[in-house]
């Protein structure tokens, strides 16, 4: 009889009892995206909808990644349904970001990329973060620093330069996103990271590396011989 319910709740009843006996791999991306749904639209059929908001954004990360607005407008859904889907990704980075807190990170670093990798990769636009570290190299602070494309790369040295000194920070780590997908880096991007890396120098802060983020995967410049 469940099952005949209009609400679906016999069908997420069963992918409830999926996700408990099975944890998260046995559930589809599709599925945890319309059981998230359910939980802020609980008398709609959420299937379709989950899939056409996946197919939309042009995949799962893409969609966790997306700004709340940009899911309630293209999606046609309640701010509820998106802060659902926007408090799924907020949780994932959470546990992410605490498997790099209170340890080294250069200790921690595929977990480091783990959450780089979920936090920027699928993001639209080009993102610059930097990682401040204390004389452990354990992380002081983790900080968005800008947005969009560099062109005053002057002004971007500067500002790191000045956030290092305030948190008394003795290394750092950059990290940015390339929305195109592919992290090899541009001559922009070497250039400015050794302009930062020379700026560093002369306060005794190390620059450990810079990590490009893409869907694809990452780059480092110090493994690449770049830094």
């Not at 997420?12 to 998260?24: A, I, N, Q, V, Y």
């Not at 401040?132 to 494309?149: T, V």
């Amino acid at each position: 009889m469940a099952d005949d319910l209009p609400d679906g709740s016999g069908h997420r009843s069963r992918l409830r009892k999926r996700l408990f006996e099975g944890g998260p791999d046995a559930l589809l991306d599709h599925e945890l995206v319309e059981y998230l749904l359910a939980l802020a639209i609980p008398r709609r059929d959420t299937k379709r909808l989950a899939k056409k908001l996946i197919e939309d954004f042009g995949g799962f990360g893409e969609l966790l990644s997306a700004e709340a607005e940009q899911i309630a407008r293209i999606g046609e859904v309640s701010e509820g349904a998106a802060a659902a889907i926007k408090i799924a990704q907020a949780a994932a980075l959470r546990l992410l970001e605490s498997r790099i807190e209170g340890r080294p990170v250069l200790g921690s670093w595929q977990a480091l990329l783990d959450y780089l990798h979920a936090d920027m990769a699928h993001h639209p636009v080009e993102r610059v973060r930097v990682l401040f570290l204390n004389s452990k190299n354990m992380l002081i602070r983790n900080e968005p620093m800008w947005e969009g494309s560099v062109d005053e790369s002057a002004v971007y040295v500067r500002e790191i330069v000045r956030r290092a000194l305030d948190y008394h920070a003795t290394a750092l780590i950059l990290v940015h996103n390339h929305p195109s997908g592919d992290p090899q880096p541009s001559q922009q991007d070497i250039k400015l990271t050794r302009e930062i890396v020379e700026a560093c120098r002369h306060l005794r802060i190390s620059v450990h590396d810079h990590v490009i983020i893409g869907t694809s995967g990452h780059s480092s410049l110090r493994a690449m011989g770049l830094i």
